[in-house]
């Protein structure tokens, strides 16, 4: 069995857009590696968000280790503060028992978090409130575009829909007296916490919404709805993560009356497709990640390209 990579790396990260790729890589590189999977993917912490998450069954996982995988109930609301928490413990667990820990998913801030010297201010509840009201009675795209005017790098990054984001962004802002933005590493990792290597999946974009709309079909045969009908009856809409996740949050629209299956489907494609164009955006700034072609006619070489990349760290 291959021995953990030395520094300058200790951890492996696989990243990039949804319906890369990167989940294939990942255990490939685990059996190449001695290493195990640490997911990444903010919505994959939710119980029951299986088929919506594109979460592998255990069956199709290759026999590799995944952790932080089903953890949350689908009424908690996600903070990338307390997914760091529980990131860290696992890798440090299985880097004291010499396994490679590779973490793997295309939630940027979450990896950010967790391999870079990344600390998050306290919560100040009169400003949260003040915000989530104003929130209610004006909406997150008023909220967004004050955003925008005080850190336009954040309101890049931040979808303007997502208003549970926007109201932290805001109140860091107004906690700190600085940007949001401003508290995050540089995107060459220069605070780094986990001397880590960054591997990219890049895909043509119109490769990458041909497979989107694939995914999303297979998730509808698969009982998508269902999933969603299901989940609704244990919280999902009172979930301030989970429901906005992408298809979710269209499925509980349409069984609200709001669309038609059809219509909730169409938009889940849609948004999936700006989803990984916003993925790509925040990968393509970071300097250290080291981009492979993830396309049709590439893929038989992805993995020999990826171990390329290990050579000099991993000895037989």
């Not at 290759?62 to 609301?77: A, K, M, S, Y």
């Not at 997150?140 to 955003?147: K, M, N, T």
């Not at 860091?172 to 605070?191: A, K, M, Q, Y």
């Not at 043509?204 to 041909?210: M, V, Y």
Request: net charge neutral; proline share 6%; with cysteine.
């Amino acid at each position: 069995m291959s021995s953990p990579p030395p520094a300058p790396f200790r951890v492996v990260a696989v990243v990039g857009p949804t319906a890369a790729g990167k989940s294939d890589l990942a255990i490939a590189l685990a059996h190449r590696m001695g290493g195990e999977i640490v997911n990444a993917d903010s919505m994959q912490l939710y119980r029951g968000m299986d088929i919506g998450t594109a979460k592998l069954p255990p069956e199709e996982r290759g026999g590799v280790p995944h952790h932080l995988l089903d953890v949350w109930d689908v009424r908690r609301t996600a903070t990338v503060a307390e997914y760091q928490r529980l990131a860290r413990a696992e890798i440090d667990r299985l880097l004291a028992a010499g396994r490679v820990p590779i973490l793997v998913g295309g939630s940027g801030l979450y990896i950010r978090g967790v391999v870079d010297e990344l600390d998050f201010p306290g919560t100040d509840p009169a400003v949260r409130a003040r915000l989530e009201a104003e929130l209610a009675e004006f909406g997150s795209g008023a909220l967004h575009a004050r955003l925008a005017t005080l850190d336009p790098a954040a309101a890049r990054a931040i979808l303007p829909g997502n208003g549970r984001r926007v109201v932290r962004a805001l109140e860091v802002i107004e906690i700190t007296g600085g940007t949001f933005t401003g508290r995050l590493p540089g995107p060459d990792g220069d605070r780094s916490h986990y001397p880590t290597l960054h591997i990219g999946i890049r895909v043509p974009r119109p490769e990458l919404d041909h497979r989107i709309a694939e995914r999303v079909d297979r998730m509808w045969r698969a009982g998508l709805v269902e999933e969603v009908r299901r989940l609704e009856a244990e919280g999902l809409r009172e979930g301030r993560t989970a429901s906005r996740a992408l298809g979710y949050q269209q499925i509980l629209a349409a069984l609200a009356g709001e669309c038609t299956e059809e219509e909730a489907r169409e938009e889940t494609v849609r948004a999936t497709r700006r989803f990984a164009r916003r993925q790509d955006s925040w990968f393509r700034r970071e300097a250290r990640v080291r981009w492979l072609d993830g396309s049709a006619g590439a893929r038989g070489e992805l993995t020999a390209a990826a171990g390329a990349l290990l050579e000099p760290s991993v000895t037989s």
